[in-house]
């Protein structure tokens, strides 16, 4: 088995010597194909262009890796010359008569007995510790540690490195022995433990550790790191004990050490990770491997702004910094103990958010926060001012628009955020505001079940995250942050201010900022859960027998270097880490634009800019207008987590009253004014671009929190439609620049990503999008837009024959209404004759009429103008107009029948016939809504708008019924267009317009009026459930604004809920 050993070699340690040999060595040539193929197959090699990059990186060629592959191992060793050091260390230490079990530090993990296989390599290496330890003791007297207590001691992390590298092969062996029947004993229990003793014994040890080379390696070289790692803890702790006891005893001596936590993090630079040291008076430190400098200037400035007035003051930590690495006071976990502790909490937690957007820090998860009573500790600071690292031009691409969250206050990690959502709708939070227990891995992770038993295996399941102690508690109860919004947003307020108001001396040369400037701080590239994933599963058995096995499967870093360019020079660099068993290292200094490695390798001039003057400008650029545009994102995070239930959660409501005199036209546009430049306000521009954050409902029905979209109904053609018109009727230029933004900024997404388009509706599809242009392009005489329009047909065309909803909103009647708008365009007709030909080829018989079975009734036909049979009524009458097609106009009679039949006298509405809308009646009766998208108002809305194709006196009849219970029951719900208030004043205004009807006008100003006065009372009420704040058309605020614009100018402004072309 010992040329077996010679499989751990990796792949840049076997190239040099095949290129010295005069001769090729022997090559299985259908190993050799058989295992480049499957290389080749994991992708995203299996593009040449990757693959030639992937070559590149490891200077070989392709015939070279093709010869590794197949070349035999005792060839390979013939080659290779002497033994490495790892294959040495395992000759000595299995060389002599084996020694006592190991005494491990209790507990010990499950499994633990299978750490016999290696007990040789951890009695040689602890009995080297045990020495240097006792060399240490007797050159520093005052060390204050017992050197056989703390080698027991440091032993403890050890078994928790090493099971998930021996765990999944011994199953393996152990199935192979119970197969074989080289077990003993009548149990299950017994059998295992005769496994173990089997393991004890050296030649079987040796026989599985050759079949495992990778194992082998991997083994000794672990315990070398542990072994270094623990006696570089030691040393560096006698060396400092008298700093030590000063800094953070009083001068004290706190007498020996009585324990060490270790491996409280994950293993970096050689397998170092943080401990925690506890001494016989209490006293507990915090040891980092790592520079500490940053830590130390962060705490300088907290005391800096503290001294400036911030209030409540900010607890700081005691930090001793030293070269390479340093300590820190232990921070403890406590409870608020009262209310006003609370508030005080969540308060300091405010300004932690806005202290930290401006330095520019990512990662703040769970783990590095501590409520310690009523201050929010951070505890780990080494992702201060991060660099930008999405692109290797950095500059370039911050300039895009489509970078949008690196500039907001999410990017720190603090607020509540899912990094993963299950299909149920379970989400995964790590942010340290939003981590609550229980909580699941979004992975699953292969397992051991039946520990101590022959039937030992391991099966894939997510893992329980341990509770932490980031969330303040208060009378036994863990404190949620979004239950405490208003003090968080105080918190931002006052240290938002304070930075403002400090900041020249802030960017001062040899300023609080300037002490950053040296000071190390991390990199990442990466979400470090997933190179710990990664770890995990390079462990299984299949890549412990050869390491260019477990290579390629680290090639699966290679999976996002299409997106990220730049990761081709980091990928080497990650494999030379993870090849020893850390997770990737990499850092940077805040004043310089180079990067390191975690094995020291330096990369000059990484970046095009320094984290240190990307905070400077963020610095620079806080205003009042920033500040709105944060606040309002923390508040919608706040609002996501809040609601965790959106479908069940309330939707707002009013008490509405009708004002006594009519809303006069100069209130109504100054409302809408005010409304429209908070949307401006609450966009981020950039590159000519502007675009929008807010919150949206998912497929799935869950709330999240997006960049808006390319649809009509919440997205930037609809924002850009309604800022576009109230640009041109109030002249003011601010909202034109921002729709102009808006449409640049949605054909760059259009560009990058056309599949990101859903349909071919007005609402939800590229209907919407044409619909805009097709306003816009005339609104500002734009012949460009027109021309964008006309290139985005051919992508509606492959669709309308995959069209499963057809109505309005999602299908082939919006999709009509918007190509009409575009015309005179033979192009465009043509497509729309095509949408009306699906819908004519769709129509189901219905016991009255015609109907189109909708995707989200169960195959009920529905009625209503979004979602049924009144849009489509409406879009085929308009398409008979254009087209003098009878047979279109034919089928919307049909449909009108259809629709006709379900009204209820009663309800005097129609219903709404729709699955889990959550707008049933008791009894299992049906549901009626009373909104544009839903009932009596867009039914009669629809019947208004087709009246110069259809007017007879059952259409007067039904827009009379549908005016009559929209005054009695449309009112007080919510101030949008889809479902609320303004869309059913706008189709009042409508009716009143079309049937010349003063005094339903007269009432509709008074309606209008009672508008007003709710918007002055409560702000505007969105169409979202809570108090969402969202910038969209249909339930948010660009559609108030709209909303408020038409009541006050409806003739220069378009009916946009009739989906009316331009022009009318």
């Not at 004993?185 to 026989?207: I, K």
């Not at 109860?477 to 802030?506: K, N, V």
């Not at 859903?758 to 005489?781: E, M, P, S, T, V």
């Not at 015609?850 to 979602?867: D, R």
Request: hydrophobic letters at 40%; glycine letters at 8%; a negative charge.
């Amino acid at each position: 088995m010992m040329s077996q050993w010679v499989l751990g070699h990796f792949l840049e340690e076997r190239l040099p010597s095949l290129r010295d040999v005069a001769a090729s060595p022997p090559v299985d040539e259908a190993r050799a194909k058989r295992r480049l193929e499957r290389w080749r197959r994991q992708e995203p090699l299996s593009l040449d262009s990757i693959w030639a990059q992937r070559l590149r990186t490891s200077s070989v060629t392709e015939q070279e890796l093709h010869t590794l592959l197949g070349e035999p191992a005792e060839a390979l060793r013939e080659r290779m010359g002497s033994a490495p050091p790892w294959m040495t260390d395992i000759e000595r230490a299995y060389a002599g008569p084996p020694a006592e079990p190991l005494t491990w530090p209790q507990p010990t993990p499950p499994g633990a007995p299978l750490l016999a296989l290696v007990e040789p390599l951890v009695h040689t290496a602890h009995a080297r510790l045990l020495s240097a330890l006792a060399d240490e003791a007797r050159k520093t007297p005052d060390a204050p540690f017992t050197p056989d207590r703390a080698a027991h001691m440091l032993l403890a992390p050890l078994p928790r490195l090493l099971l998930p590298l021996l765990g999944r092969a011994l199953a393996v062996e152990l199935h192979a022995a119970q197969l074989e029947d080289r077990l003993q004993g009548t149990t299950s229990e017994a059998r295992f433990q005769d496994f173990v003793r089997q393991l004890r014994h050296r030649a079987v040890a040796l026989d599985i550790l050759g079949r495992y080379p990778v194992l082998a390696r991997q083994a000794v070289e672990r315990i070398a790191s542990w072994e270094h790692a623990s006696l570089e803890l030691m040393q560096r702790l006698a060396q400092d004990a008298p700093a030590l006891w000063r800094h953070f005893n009083g001068g004290e001596a706190p007498g020996r050490l009585v324990e060490v936590q270790g491996g409280l993090s994950d293993p970096h630079r050689g397998g170092r990770s943080v401990s925690v040291l506890r001494f016989e008076s209490g006293l507990q430190l915090v040891y980092k491997p790592r520079p500490l400098a940053a830590e130390a200037a962060f705490q300088h400035l907290l005391a800096w702004l503290n001294a400036r007035g911030l209030t409540p003051s900010l607890r700081t930590v005691e930090v001793l910094p030293r070269d390479d690495y340093g300590w820190m006071e232990f921070v403890r976990a406590a409870p608020c103990d009262s209310a006003e502790a609370v508030r005080r909490f969540h308060e300091r937690q405010g300004g932690l958010i806005a202290l930290l957007y401006a330095m520019d820090v990512i990662d703040m998860h769970y783990e590095n926060l501590i409520a310690a009573g009523e201050h929010p500790v951070l505890v780990d600071l080494e992702t201060l001012f991060h660099p930008y690292t999405l692109a290797r031009s950095m500059r370039e691409v911050e300039s895009q628009p489509g970078t949008v969250l690196d500039g907001t206050v999410l990017k720190s990690g603090l607020l509540p955020q899912p990094i993963w959502r299950s299909r149920d709708g379970t989400e995964v939070d790590f942010s340290a505001l939003g981590n609550s227990a229980p909580q699941l891995t979004p992975l699953g992770y292969l397992m051991p079940k039946e520990h101590g038993t022959d039937r030992l295996r391991f099966e894939r399941r997510r893992l329980e995250i341990p509770a932490a102690d980031n969330r303040p508690r208060h009378d036994g109860q863990s404190l949620a942050a979004a239950e405490h919004m208003e003090a968080l947003s105080t918190g931002f307020t006052h240290m938002y201010r304070l930075l403002t108001e400090h900041r020249d001396a802030l960017l001062a040369s040899e300023g609080p900022l300037d002490a950053f400037a040296g000071a190390p701080t991390r990199v990442l590239f990466r979400d470090t859960t997933s190179y710990g994933a990664l770890l995990h599963e390079s462990l299984h058995p299949h890549a412990l027998g050869d390491a260019l096995d477990r290579q390629r499967f680290f090639d699966h870093l290679w999976l996002t270097v299409k997106e990220r360019p730049y990761l081709e020079t980091l990928i080497p660099l990650e494999q030379e880490e993870l090849q020893r068993g850390d997770v990737p290292h990499f850092t940077t200094l805040p004043g310089s634009r180079d990067l390191w490695s975690g094995t020291g390798r330096h990369l000059p001039g990484f970046f095009d800019d320094t984290g240190l003057e990307r905070a400077r400008r963020r610095l620079e650029h806080l205003s009042p207008e920033d500040h709105l545009r944060q606040t309002a994102l923390l508040r919608s995070t706040l609002d996501r987590v809040r609601l965790t239930n959106p479908p069940a959660a309330p939707r707002p409501s009013y008490a509405f009253r009708e004002a006594s005199e009519p809303a006069h036209p100069e209130a109504l546009l100054a409302a809408a004014r005010r409304i429209s430049e908070r949307v401006v306000a609450l966009s981020f521009s950039g590159a000519g671009h502007s675009h929008w954050l807010s919150l949206d409902f998912m497929p799935s029905k869950e709330l999240q929190l997006v960049q808006a979209g390319v649809d009509l109904y919440q997205g930037l053609p609809g924002i850009a439609l309604a800022l576009g018109y109230l640009g041109a009727l109030t002249s003011d230029e601010r909202l034109t620049h921002a729709a102009r933004g808006a449409v640049r900024h949605l054909a760059w997404r259009l560009e990058e990503a056309p599949t990101q388009v859903r349909g071919i509706g007005i609402l939800n599809g590229w209907g919407g999008i044409l619909y805009a242009l097709a306003h816009l392009g005339a609104l500002w005489r734009d012949a460009s837009l027109h021309e964008l329009a006309d290139a985005l047909l051919d992508h509606v065309a492959p669709e309308v024959e995959q069209d499963e909803h057809l109505d309005l909103g999602a299908g082939s009647a919006g999709s009509i209404l918007a190509l009409l708008a575009l015309c005179p365009s033979d192009k465009a007709l043509r497509l729309a004759r095509t949408c009306g030909e699906r819908l004519v080829q769709r129509a189901q018989p219905q016991a009255h009429g015609v109907g189109w079975p909708a995707p989200s009734s169960g195959g009920q036909a529905l009625c209503g103008l979004s979602h049924g049979t009144a849009g489509i009524a409406l879009a085929l009458l308009r398409l008979s107009s254009a087209t003098g097609e009878a047979r279109f106009r034919a089928t919307a009679l049909a449909a009108l029948e259809y629709e006709r039949s379900l009204y209820s006298p009663v309800a005097r509405n129609w219903p709404d016939l729709r699955e889990n809308t959550g707008t049933h009646g008791g009894g299992g009766g049906p549901s009626f809504m009373y909104g544009w998208c839903n009932g009596a108002p867009g039914i009669g809305l629809a019947r208004v708008a087709g009246l110069p194709l259809l007017d007879d006196a059952t259409v007067r009849e039904e827009v009379s019924a549908a005016v009559s219970v929209t005054l009695e029951r449309g009112f007080g719900s919510n101030h949008g267009l889809c479902h609320g208030d303004l869309g059913n004043a706008l189709f009042l205004l409508e009716a009143a317009r079309a049937l010349r009807d003063d005094d339903l006008l007269h009432r509709t100003y008074r309606i209008a009026g009672g508008i007003l006065q709710s918007l002055d009372a409560h702000g505007p009420l969105h169409g979202l459930p809570g108090s969402i704040e969202t910038p969209g058309l249909m339930v948010g605020l660009s559609g108030i604004a709209y909303g408020l614009a038409r009541l006050a100018a409806p003739e220069p402004l378009p009916d946009l809920l009739s989906v009316a072309p331009p022009g009318t």
